[in-house]
Nanobody, 127 residues
């Protein structure tokens, strides 16, 4: 599967932004799609994930209540809605997808990293 991420940009603290990840090349029914981010000087972290079939979601505690993940099956697109952005959210955001079974949790979402990745999209949040 191929992924193409977009939607990053420069915003101010408190603003909202929606990232998109268009997927192609395979039937997505058995996939999970995840958003990861790489903040300056910090390890890559999983932000949110969703199973394509059923739409079960995982959202990291660090962004819960501000970020939300969804998918539009008709458009083969996954979204990361980011609200009330903070300067600490500044990062390169990546989407990834992999075949996945089982519940989405902090302990299982990492398996998505073994799949396909899109290019990153930079989100910069100014104070």
């Amino acid at each position: 599967v191929q992924l193409q991420a977009s939607g990053g940009g420069l915003v101010q603290a408190g603003d909202s932004l929606r990232l998109s990840c268009i997927l192609s090349g395979d039937s997505l029914g058995s996939y999970a799609v995840a958003w990861f981010r790489q903040r300056p000087g910090k390890d890559r972290e999983a932000v949110a994930a969703i199973t394509w079939y059923g739409g079960s979601t995982y959202v990291a505690d660090s962004v819960k209540g501000r970020f939300d993940i969804s998918r539009d099956s008709a458009k083969n697109t996954a979204y990361l809605q980011m609200n009330n952005l903070k300067p600490d959210d500044t990062a390169v955001y990546y989407c990834a997808a992999n075949r996945f079974r089982g519940p989405l949790r902090a302990s299982t979402v990492g398996s998505v990293t073994s799949g396909s990745w899109g290019q990153g999209t930079l989100v910069t949040v100014s104070s």
